[in-house]
C-alpha cells in the first residue's frame, strides 16, 4: 500500500544520493588536487555549491514532511538523520573546497607530500566512499570501518602536528597543518554521520559522542 | 487553591470519599495491574491474556486498529462487561491491591473508584448541568447543598468547563455544544471523586478545537489523576501520553514509554501500524 | 485514459432518460397517497361532526349536573355517568397505570429470559382479547363472589384492559432509550434501579405518557366491561359497592329508547365522552410538551435554539 509519505521518502533518497555522488567527486577532486599539484578550485567550488543548494532542499524537504505527515518509528528516524547527514554532506563539500584553497593559495605543494599524508588521504577517500554507501544501504557494518579510519587519521593528526612545529620548510608545514586539520574535521564528520545511520538503523543515540569528545582531549 | 482545599474538605466530609476509601498517594506504584485479563464473547476471545500496569498519576495510550480489543480490555477496568449479556470475563484487575473481580467485594463501591467517559458524549439529556455533574453524588445519597455546590465548582473548573457555564448551571445538558457535552461528561466522571480515569476515544466525536481543549483537559488532569486513554490517533497519544500499548487482534503486543514505541518501537508489527501499513 | 472517459459516457446514457414522464409518476403518487389519507380522515371527521352538530344543542348546565329524569320526559341530565366516567378512569388507571409501568420496566431492564419472553408473549395476547370476555371475567371473579355490582369490579376489569397496553408502550419507550446512558450511570457506580428510575425512565416520560393517555382514552370509551360491572344507575356515586353510572352505559341506554328527546340527550352524552378524552390528550400532552425537564420539550428547545 503507498502511504501518503512514500512519494516524499523517495524524492528524500534521491536528493541524497546526488549529494553522495557529488560529495564523492568532490572530496577526491579536492585531494588529488592537493597531492598532484592540479587547480580544480573552481569544479570542486561548483560542486560544494550544489551540495549546499541540496542541503538546503533536504531541509525544506524533511520540514515539509514533518508538518503534514508527522511520521513515527523508522519514518521519524531516517527523516531526522537526514538532517545531520546532509549537513555532513554539505560539510564535506565545504571542506573540499577549502583543501583546493589551499592549494591555490600555497601554490603547488605536491613535493611537501609524505607517506602519512598520502595514508591519511586514501583513508580519508575510503571513509568517505563508505558513509556513503553505508547511508545507502542502511549498512551499520560500515560504521567500524568508518569509526577504525578515523581513529588512524585522528592519530596522524596528533603525530604530524607537533612535528610540523619544529619543521624548518614554512609553506609545506603551514600547507600540511591545514590539510591535516581539514581531513581530522572530515573524520569527524563521517563519524557523526556513522552515528545518525546507527541511529535510523537501531535507534540508539549518538553512541560516538562522548568517545570523540575524550580523544580530543586527552591524549591517546 | 481553592480547587484544591474543596477536595480536602470533600475528602473529610462526604460520605462516599472517607479516609480510607482514599488510598495514600505512592507516586512510584502502579495504580492499577491488570493481569491475564481475558475476555471472550460467546467463545471468541476479544482480548487474549492481557497484562498491563499503569503507574500512577501517569497517562497510558491504547492503540491499534479497529477492532483489536482495545475498548473491550478498557471497559474491563471498571467491571462494564457485568452490563452485557454472554461476556466472560477472567482474569485480575487490581486497584491499590484489591482486585476488582475477586467476589468478596462489592463492585459497586469499587467501581466508584474509576470514572469513565465514553465516546460519543452523554450527558443525562433530561438533567440540567449541575444535576449532571451531581448525578452520581446524589443518586449515591450525598445531599448537602453545600457541599454539592463546591464539588460543581471544583469538577468544572477541572474539566475546563467552568468559566463557559458558570452563570447558567440549569441550562439543560444537551443545548450544549459537542465539545461542552464532552467536558460536562468529564466534570461528572470526576465529581465522583475517582482515583482513575478511563476515557474511551474521548475526542473523536469532537472538531479539532474541542479536541484540543479535551487534550489540554487530561495533560492538567494527570497531576492528580491516573488516565487510561484509548485512541486510534496516534498524534493524541504521543501529545498525552507518557505510557502507551499496542494492541491487535486481542493480544497485547508492545508497551513501553510513548516516546520509545513511537520512534523506536521493538515489535514489527507495531513499526508497521505505527507507520500506516495498515490498520 | 479515452476509453475509461467512453465507458463512463456510455454508463451515464444508460441512466433513465425520460425524466418527464417520471415527474409525472413522481406526481401522481402523491396524489394517491394525498387522497388516501382524506380517505381515511373523512369518516373521522364526519363522525365529529355529526356528534356536535347533533349533540350540541343538548348541553346545557342542567344537562352536564342532573340526574336522568323519567325515560322520554326530555328532563334531566347526564350528570352521573360524567361522574362515574371520571370516576371508573381514575379508579382503573391507578391499579392499571402502576401494573403496567411496573411490567414494562422489568421487560424492558431486567427482560433477558424465558420469563420475560413469557410474559411479553401474554401481554401481546391480552392486549388483543375482546373486551367483553374480560368483563365477563370480573363478573365471575368480583361481581358473583361479592354478590352486587360493583365500582371495585368495574376498575377491576377496565385496568385489565388498560395494563398490557400501558406496559408494551413502557417497555418501548424504555427500549428506546440509548443504551449509553445506562452506561453512563453504571459507570458512575449507580445502582440498577436507580440509573432505571431516576435516569431512563425521565428519558422515557413523553413516551410513556402517550402510552397512558392510548389506554385512558381505550378504557373510556369501553361499553361491554361496565355493562357487566357496574351496571349503570340513575344516581350519583353513592359507595364503592353498588352499581354506578358511565357515560358509555347512559349513551348506550339514551339510545336505545324510542323517544327524540332521549336520542338528543344520547348525542350530548357522546359529545361529552368525546370531550372528555380530547380534553385529558391535550391536558396532558400539553403539560409534558412544556415542562422544562421533560425530554421532549428539551427536543423543541433545542430546535428552538438552533433556529435562533
Known sequence: MTRLIDPSLHKLSFIMSEMGDMVIESISLAIDSYLTGTNTKDQVLKLSDAIRAKYFDVEDLTFDMLLKYQPVADDFRLIRSSTEISYAFS??????????LVRDL?????????????????????????????????????????????KFIDKIYRERLPKLIESTNTRCALAEALLLRYLERIGDHAVFMSDAINYVVTGKHRPSEERIASHTKTEN | ??????????????????????SPIDASKYKMIAENVTVSYGGIDAVKNVTMKFKEKSVTALIGPSGCGKTTFLRCLNRMHDMTKNAKVTGKVMIDDIDLYSKEIDPIYHRRKVGMVFQKPNPFPTMSIYDNVTAGLRLNGVRDKKILDEIVEDSLKMAYLWDEVKNDLKKSAIELSGGQQQRLCIARALAIQPEVLLMDEPASALDPIATQKIEETIIELKNDYTIIIVTHNMQ???????????????????????????????????????????? | MNSIQDRRQEYRSLFKQNVAKRLLVDKAVRIIVFS??????????????????????????????ETPGSAGSGE????????????????????????????????????????????????DVFMEFPSII??????????????????????????????????????????????TYREAGTALGLKKWVITFRIVISAAKSGMVTGILLSVSRIGG???????????????????????????????????????????????????LIMIILGINLGIRYYFMNKKNGFFGQLIKQRRNAIK
Open chain 1, 106 to 150: 600555497f601554490g603547488d605543494v605536491s613535493e611537501c607530500t609524505n607517506a602519512s599524508l598520502v595514508e591519511s588521504t586514501k583513508k580519508v577517500k575510503h571513509m568517505i566512499k563508505a558513509a556513503v554507501l553505508s547511508f545507502a544501504e542502511l549498512d551499520v557494518r560500515k560504521a567500524v570501518e568508518i569509526r577504525e579510519d578515523e
Open chain 3, 134 to 179: 374480560l368483563g365477563i371475567f370480573a363478573f365471575l371473579i368480583i361481581v358473583l363472589v361479592l354478590g352486587h355490582f360493583s365500582v371495585w369490579a368495574g376498575a377491576f376489569a377496565l385496568s385489565l384492559i388498560m395494563f398490557p397496553i400501558v406496559a408494551r408502550t413502557t417497555e418501548e419507550s424504555l427500549k428506546m432509550v440509548p443504551m
Open chain 1, 91 to 100: 560539510r564535506f563539500g565545504r571542506y573540499a573546497y577549502d583543501i583546493t
Open chain 3, 76 to 123: 334531566g341530565g347526564i350528570g352521573p355517568a360524567i361522574q362515574g366516567t371520571l370516576i371508573i378512569i381514575g379508579l382503573s388507571s391507578m391499579i392499571g397505570v402502576p401494573i403496567g409501568v411496573m411490567s414494562g420496566i422489568f421487560l424492558s431492564e431486567y427482560g433477558d429470559n424465558i420469563l420475560a419472553r413469557f410474559v411479553r408473549f401474554f401481554n
Open chain 3, 36 to 65: 388516501c389519507v382524506i380517505i381515511a380522515i373523512i369518516p373521522l371527521g364526519s363522525i365529529l361532526v355529526e356528534v356536535f352538530k347533533n349533540g350540541l344543542t343538548a348541553i346545557s348546565i342542567e344537562f352536564l349536573t
Open chain 3, 222 to 272: 369501553e361499553t361491554a366491561p361496565l355493562i357487566m360491572t357496574i351496571l349503570g344507575s340513575s344516581q350519583f356515586f353513592s359507595s364503592m359497592d353498588t352499581p354506578m353510572d358511565a357515560l358509555p352505559l347512559r349513551i348506550w341506554r339514551l339510545s336505545l329508547l324510542p323517544y327524540d328527546s332521549a336520542q338528543l340527550q344520547g348525542w350530548g352524552a357522546a359529545l361529552v
Open chain 2, 1 to 22: 487553591m481553592t480547587a484544591m482545599t474543596t477536595k480536602s474538605t470533600i475528602m473529610e466530609s462526604s460520605p462516599i470519599t472517607t479516609p480510607e476509601y482514599r
Open chain 2, 236 to 279: 493524541q497519544a504521543i501529545r498525552v501520553s507518557d505510557y502507551t500499548g499496542f494492541m491487535y487482534l486481542g493480544d497485547l503486543i508492545e508497551f513501553s514509554e510513548t516516546k520509545k514505541l513511537f520512534t523506536d518501537p521493538k515489535d514489527e508489527l507495531t513499526a508497521k501500524y505505527v507507520q500506516g501499513h495498515f490498520g
